[in-house]
């Protein structure tokens, strides 16, 4: 895990230095910065495999390197591949490098991981990468005569490479969604690179590219022994549990009280011999669903080295500003607000941190997935966000449509896959995390696992109020301290409760932010009258900090927030 920046095509030394300056809070362990014939580099680590020897840039089999993320699958492709006595790092990333030499950028499809890199190779082709499920970020702009990409859009801000400008259309879509949709971000000029895309660069231009799905759009198998099906689920998780642990550093897990954490902590327990450290995140508010209880009878069963924190109406204030810092590419998504907290708390402990992102989008966990499959008579619906913007559900629908012949629950899995997964929950993962140098890990979102579920018979996924079905069947066996059949109330955080004592000082204030103004006039009002309170104030103190230069303590005093 790491930040990486630089410009292809021309060299830009002090712009790359400036850029990679921007983003080591990604990774706290060191800065280095190369010049090439025709680029500039920086890589920001943060040491998780080979403390000693992992250092980017790499060289290799005459091609160059700098990523971000973990390429879980190094060790077994250095084995596929007979590198053994060739390769001079232990890297997970130095493998990809001899295979690229062998087969060029078909060497791209072999990768099992969360990534995104910058190859130049020794072909003279230069490459960049974004893993299928888009767990790790990436963006570009033109420069000059060059291709300029970084980790975190502030990268390009610090280096004076383009003006903070807002994409109204894409602020549009964050108040109505909570995320923006595809490559679309709420800068003007600078897109992110869809999840799975690969681009080549040619004299600092796109000459071509192509995107890498992380589902197969083919309809889901028809005959199928549950009980099989059971021990080859248990095989597969287990396999990718076991890959998103390999590290040099100190590694835990998030556990909450669901189903997704519980699975991911089973399998941990199960694999390491001493006490697996976790850390749970509770509400002290009577209006929130605590998770606590839950995740400590988990805890128990496990025998893990359970930790937890609590957060409360001082943690809000305190940290909501913070939060609108370290997310510069927006989700108004108030699940940022216990994963900073519990990023905090892991902070010192660990470096490595696996968590249960994915579990609902693959095993068809959400309530909309349920409603999907139901006629309209008996209240069924598309699984699509309600907004009143005709404009914005048709983009919405554009990028969310799934090609082939695919069941209505796999459509709607589909679509969160394309959309809110890597632009609302990864986003929010990736930037929570390294804000605080540390590496989050999703075992869910692994292409076997992908493989794996998405072709499941509906009836394995949704069976009548139980979604997840196969999953709860294998956690009630694997550890049922975790009660997967017992009713759960959905993921809360009490905001309207602490946002409504301010809410008219607040209203008041709105006016004053020029990106409010711009794209919902009516901000005031609606914030009075107790509508999109969470959205609208997220997104007020965002535009105040990375639009117009606030630190993150003035933009809450700004909002009218406690001082």
Request: charged share 25%.
């Amino acid at each position: 895990m790491c930040g990486i920046a630089g410009v292809v095509g021309a060299q830009a030394d002090a712009q790359t230095k400036a850029m990679a300056e921007a983003i080591t809070h990604r990774g706290p362990d060191g800065v280095r910065l190369e010049t090439l014939a025709n680029a500039s580099l920086a890589h920001a680590r943060l040491s998780i495999i080979d403390l000693e020897c992992g250092w980017q840039p790499l060289h290799a089999a005459g091609s160059t390197i700098i990523g971000n993320g973990e390429i879980y699958n190094y060790v077994e492709l250095a084995r596929d591949f007979q590198l053994e006595g060739k390769l001079a790092t232990g890297s997970d990333f130095e493998p990809l490098l001899h295979i690229y030499a062998q087969e060029g950028e078909k060497a791209f499809d072999r990768l099992r991981g969360m990534y995104a890199f910058c190859l130049i190779g020794a072909d003279g082709r230069t490459w960049l990468a974004r893993d299928p499920f888009g767990i790790k970020p990436l963006y570009i702009m033109q420069h000059g005569g060059g291709l300029a990409f970084a980790s975190e859009p502030r990268a390009f801000f610090k280096a004076g490479l383009m003006r903070t400008e807002l994409d109204e259309e894409a602020a549009k879509e964050l108040l109505a969604f909570n995320y923006t949709l595809g490559s679309r971000t709420t800068f003007e000029g600078l897109r992110r690179l869809a999840p799975g895309e690969v681009i080549e660069v040619r004299d600092g231009r796109i000459v071509s590219n192509w995107v890498r799905r992380p589902l197969a759009p083919r309809a889901p198998q028809k005959a199928a022994d549950e009980e099989a099906l059971i021990r080859q689920l248990d095989a597969v998780l287990e396999d990718s549990v076991g890959v998103h642990q390999r590290s040099d550093v100190p590694y835990g897990l998030f556990l909450s009280g669901g189903i997704d954490s519980a699975t991911v902590a089973t399998l941990m327990a199960r694999l390491n011999e001493r006490p697996v450290t976790a850390f749970t995140c509770g509400f002290d508010a009577p209006e929130a669903r605590d998770e606590r209880a839950a995740a400590e009878k988990v805890a128990r069963a496990l025998n893990l080295d359970w930790r937890e924190t609590s957060f409360g109406e001082e943690d809000f204030w305190r940290i909501l500003p913070k939060a609108a810092w370290a997310l510069d590419d927006p989700t108004a998504d108030y699940a940022v607000l216990p994963t900073y907290k519990l990023a905090e708390a892991a902070k010192g402990t660990l470096t490595v941190v696996l968590t249960g992102e994915g579990g609902d989008e693959l095993f068809g966990g959400y309530g909309r997935y349920r409603r999907a499959l139901r006629p309209a008579w008996l209240g069924g619906r598309p699984a699509e966000p309600r907004t009143a913007d005709p404009a914005l559900v048709a983009r919405w629908r554009a990028e969310a449509a799934a090609p082939g012949a695919l069941t209505p629950l796999q459509q709607a899995q589909w679509a969160d896959v394309a959309t809110w997964l890597p632009n609302d929950l990864l986003l929010k993962l990736d930037r929570c995390l390294m804000a605080h140098g540390l590496e989050g890990r999703t075992p869910f979102l692994d292409p076997q696992v992908a493989a794996f579920a998405f072709a499941l018979p509906d009836r394995l996924k949704v069976q009548g109020r139980f979604g997840k079905w196969i999953l709860r069947k294998w956690l009630e066996r694997a550890c049922p301290a975790a009660e997967p059949w017992a009713r759960k109330q959905g993921f809360t955080v009490p905001v309207e409760a602490w946002i409504a004592p301010r809410a008219q000082e607040i209203a008041r204030r709105l006016p004053s932010i020029e990106a409010l103004r711009r794209v919902k006039p009516d901000a005031a009002e609606a914030f009075a009258a107790g509508q999109q309170r969470w959205p609208l104030l997220f997104f007020a103190v965002w535009a105040l900090i990375h639009l117009e230069g606030a630190t993150p303590e003035e933009a809450l005093s700004q909002v009218g927030g406690p001082s």
